[in-house]
């Protein structure tokens, strides 16, 4: 750069010289050599001239290109600077979306345990409430009468057979009342006790018969407790008292690939009839023990992937009359 200043002012310096030689030529007389020492001085103008207008040229190109290369600088913070705030504004709405994810877990986790926690309460309440229909007192004091009849009249072995199979039934109800699940043994021997009680009292007026498939493993398969119960007496106290010949009631216990089907038939008088009877003696009446058995179903349904379904058939003979009722109870198969 030092260069091409010293050369510019060597230029200028030689461009006055031929200026003041052209003047000189022209007082001395001499125009021809004036005018040639003029004409040097004009070129060193022109190149003087051009030399500037060049530099002019470069002052602009440089401060154009300055300029751009602000305006780059401008756009490139502006775009930092919106990078910056996206970036912000995506870490408020990501921190935001975790904080909504954890407090909807939360809230789902509460919402669960607090509902486990009423279904349990509920079911053991319907527990409570199903035990206390199961002993009811007419059972009871016609069971206890029983064994006190056959104390008097001097059949002890009777009594003693009585007495056992009362007491083992009190026995399997307490227990079952505070289970979740029993095995399917302890449910038949329940049900063999209560039916066994029913016909010692009344003897000319049931038959019974349990059957279990022998693909089942009684005492590995688990049920919910005290579900036959409540229909066997339904079917004794009104399908096969008001009978007029002894009656028969079938429980079978069936598997079907991965359920368990419980069926329960008697060939009574049928629902139909049955409820006549009842609203002629009692219009208020109600079956308590089969309402809270489907309160049951409904809350174990709650917890249960598989259902627990019931159905309730009303058998008819050839000639399309009551000839009794079947219940059907399905329940999903479990193993110890």
């Known amino acids: 750069m030092t260069g091409d200043i010293l050369r510019i002012e060597a230029k200028r310096g030689l461009r006055e010289i031929y200026l003041k030689l052209s003047t000189l030529m022209e007082i001395s007389g001499k125009p021809a050599e004036g ?58 709405f990501l921190y935001g979306l975790i904080a909504l994810i954890i407090l909807l877990i939360l809230f789902a986790t509460l919402f669960f345990r607090q509902n486990r926690i ?3 309460q509920q079911n053991i309440q319907l527990k409570q409430r199903l035990f206390r229909s199961q002993m009811n007192p007419h059972f009871i004091f016609n069971s206890l009468a029983s064994i006190q009849n056959s ?45 066994t ?41 009104h399908g096969l008292k008001s009978k007029e010949v002894k009656g028969n ?9 991965e359920t368990l089907v419980l069926e329960i038939e008697d060939d009574g008088i049928g629902r139909h009839q049955a409820q006549e009877n009842l609203k002629a003696h009692d219009p208020t009446h109600k079956s308590m023990a089969t309402g809270i058995t489907q309160e049951r179903f409904n809350v174990l349904n709650r917890k249960k992937k598989r259902k627990i379904h019931l159905n309730i058939i009303d058998l008819k003979d050839e000639s399309g009359e009551a000839s009794g009722t079947k219940v059907v109870i399905e329940i999903p198969f479990e193993v110890i």
């Open 35 to 92: 005018f040639e020492y003029y004409k040097i001085y004009h070129a060193y103008s022109d190149t003087l001239n051009q030399i500037a207008a060049d530099k002019q040229l470069l002052g602009l190109e440089i401060a154009h290109e300055s300029e751009r290369k602000s305006q780059q600088i401008g756009m490139l913070e502006q775009q930092t600077e919106l990078q910056q705030y996206r970036i912000r504004q995506n870490s408020i």
């Open 249 to 257: 009631i079938e429980v079978r216990f069936i598997k079907k690939n």
């Open 118 to 120: 009423k279904t349990n």
């Open 151 to 195: 104390i008097i009249n001097e059949e002890p072995m009777k009594a003693s057979k009585y007495l056992a199979r009362f007491s083992k039934l009190v026995r399997n109800i307490l227990d079952s009342s505070a289970a979740e699940t029993i095995t399917l043994e302890d449910e038949i021997n329940t049900i063999e006790n209560y039916l």
């Open 197 to 237: 009680l029913q016909k010692i009292r009344y003897p000319e007026m049931i038959n019974f018969n349990v059957s279990v498939d022998d693909a089942l493993d009684v005492e590995a398969t688990l049920i919910p407790p005290m579900l036959a119960q409540p229909f066997i007496e339904n079917a004794i106290e």
